[in-house]
């Protein structure tokens, strides 16, 4: 998932979320594909802090940011949110890790990551050599995990916001996800909010009945803000084998097929709880599409999948959302939803 500017397998996932979203309405861009100055102001405050852009990275889908910086100045993004760290390096699953399926992708990559001391160590301080605000994904298999990870990370520079991935397997409780229990998100949402000087926004899973208990959850453990959504548990089977197509058997859908399941999801939390702020994602693809995910009710919106396709989607999308502020009149991201 990092390495999209080199090498057969990168260029292979590429080729693969190309050939899957041909049919999506291409970028609305300004002829440069860059952020232009102008009388639409783009900012937005997360977490205390303005943000250049509403358009940030999705955890997983933009690595430590290094390889996409090949493609532009990462300033012109509104942060990163970097991959899920935990607090030893995991592995991650058995290849194959990836699938194509209609308008989207399935992965089980378990996590694969090298561990929150590497973060600090390299990806940190490059990514605050780039100057580009970071949102830390954490995540991890044990309360107590969560929270060590979370304490390695207090005062680290450049970082406005955690934000926890809670659909992992918690090992505590029969291996079931934090994210699928309103009472195991609290509990986990509480034990690393006391570790933290910056907001904490949780990342919530769409596989639950009600996705608004588990925010409330999240909300009355003390997050500031909630992430929605991760992807869409899924499968695929090989039918000349018979044998399920991932190493890791089900995996995460992305991409397009799950744009409404997103924008459904950000829409019912933010009605729920309507000064919460919300980085909302799934599926967001162009201007259009992080359009609709702000006027659901998202604060920021993030990009995840749609990197595979144009590493430059990011800064394509911020562009995009500018032009149909300024042929409208529309001045401002508040204004914008204000007019929604
Ligand atoms: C290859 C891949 C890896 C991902 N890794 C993570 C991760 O480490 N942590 C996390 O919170 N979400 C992870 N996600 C989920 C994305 O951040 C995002 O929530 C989801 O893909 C929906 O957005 P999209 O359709 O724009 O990709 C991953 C998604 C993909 C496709």
């Known amino acids: 998932m990092s390495r999209m ?3 057969p397998a990168v260029h292979q996932e590429t080729e693969m979320v190309r050939q899957i979203d041909r049919n999506a309405e291409p970028p609305s861009s300004s002829p440069e ?9 783009l900012s937005v405050a997360l977490a205390g802090v303005t943000l250049r852009t509403p358009i940030v990275s999705a955890s997983g889908c933009f690595g430590s940011g290094r390889e996409i910086s090949e493609f532009y100045d990462l300033r012109q993004l509104g942060a990163v949110t970097v991959k899920s760290m935990t607090l030893d390096p995991w592995q991650g699953k058995p290849t194959p890790r990836m699938v194509e399926t209609p308008s989207g992708m399935l992965n089980a990559i378990g996590l694969q990551n090298k561990g ?16 580009v605000p970071v949102i830390a994904s954490i995540a991890g298999n044990t309360k107590d995990e969560f929270v060590r990870v979370a304490d390695r990370l207090r005062g680290a520079p450049g970082v406005i916001a955690i934000e926890a991935n809670i659909s992992c397997p918690n090992l505590e409780d029969k291996d079931s996800m934090f994210s699928h229990d309103a009472k195991a998100t609290a509990a986990v949402i509480a034990a690393i909010r006391r570790q933290l ?3 904490l926004f949780v990342k919530l899973s769409p596989n639950v ?3 608004t208990e588990i925010a409330g959850a999240a909300l009355d453990s003390g997050a500031q803000g909630l992430s929605l959504i991760n992807t869409v548990v899924g499968m695929a089977i090989d039918i000349e084998t018979g044998k399920p197509e991932l190493g890791g058997v089900m995996g995460g859908l992305s991409g397009p097929a799950i744009r409404p399941i997103a924008v459904r999801a950000v829409y019912e939390v933010h009605q729920a709880f309507p000064d919460v702020p919300i980085i909302g994602m799934g599926g967001v693809m162009n201007a259009h599409d992080a ?3 702000l006027m659901a009710g998202a604060t ?3 990009v995840g999948t749609a990197n595979f396709v144009n590493p430059e989607s990011g800064i394509e999308i911020a562009a995009g959302m500018e032009k149909f502020m300024a042929d409208r009149g529309i001045r401002n991201v ?6 929604a």
């Open 5 to 7: 500017s080199s090498g």
């Open 33 to 41: 594909g860059r952020v232009r100055r102008g009388p639409v102001d």
């Open 116 to 131: 929150v001391e590497y973060f600090l160590q390299y990806d940190l301080r490059w990514l605050n050599s780039a100057k």
């Open 197 to 199: 000087e910056v907001p």
């Open 209 to 211: 009945t009600s996705i």
């Open 291 to 293: 359009l609709e995910m």
């Open 300 to 302: 920021v919106v993030a």
């Open 334 to 339: 508040a204004q914008l939803k204000r007019s």
